[in-house]
């Protein structure tokens, strides 16, 4: 066989093992123990047949497995899909029931006051870094006008100070620039809010016999020409009698969360200057 060419030797070898099996096959049936022929033939094809079984289950395994995996990763490719479709969807429905439940506030607020306002969106910060302002997007062609009081349904925000056709700028509360002329809602003393560029402000000018005690409300009290009368600015928050002094060292944390301000309220009313206070006095 030396002689014959590679295939042809594998060919003769196939055949031959063929033969032999073909061989047991036939003889199966039959009783009593294998013969020396046959005993060699099993010793040298049985291993082969098992290996040749083997090979063949491993190829189906792997193919059935394979596929089945290749359509489980697209399925769970679909699903993972479809999962952030839903999320991003259930996100939209959240924030569209939380700015409902936000303009609901501001409207019942609105209709509280009895003045006529403006709600605007919060769109932006003051680009400068300099003042603790905001950018609304409502301005002129909505009626408004600088000095103009800003307000949502927890209490003073602010006041315009600047206003473009489209926008406006809020200076807020909190900015050092700002006052209100307030009064302590339980005891009526009256004092002045002025902002600390952090989320606290000073009530100043308090003399030293009011009666100021940590818990007191702190609202508007109509003087000064831009807030109307009794809207909340905060709550006292400490209260230091300094010897010495002249007033009183008091804390007041607003009433608004200015780190989560988004709508708020622009009340149409035009400063009242001292004159006209007087007069309508």
Known sequence: MKGLPRNSRTLLWVFFIAFFLLLLSMNSGQKGPWNPLEQIVIEVTAPLERLFQRTVAWTEDFWSNYFFLVHVRRENAALRRELDALKMENSRYREELFTHERLKGLLQFKQSLNIPAVAAQVIGLDPTGWFRSVIIDKGTRAGIKVDMPVVNASGVVGRVVSVSPHYAKILLLVDQNSAV??????????????????????????????????????????????????????????????????????????????SRLEEVLVILREKVSSEGQNKKG
């Open 181 to 258: 002329d307030s009064l302590i809602q339980r005891s009526r003393d009256r004092g002045m809010v002025r902002g600390l560029r952090t989320e606290a402000c000073a009530l100043d000018y308090m003399v030293k016999t009011s009666d100021v005690r940590e818990g007191d409300k702190v609202v508007t009290s109509g003087l000064g020409g831009v807030y109307p009368k009794g809207i909340p600015i905060g709550q006292v928050i400490h209260v230091e009698d300094a010897p010495g002094d002249l007033f009183k060292h008091i804390t007041v944390k607003p009433a608004v969360d200015f």
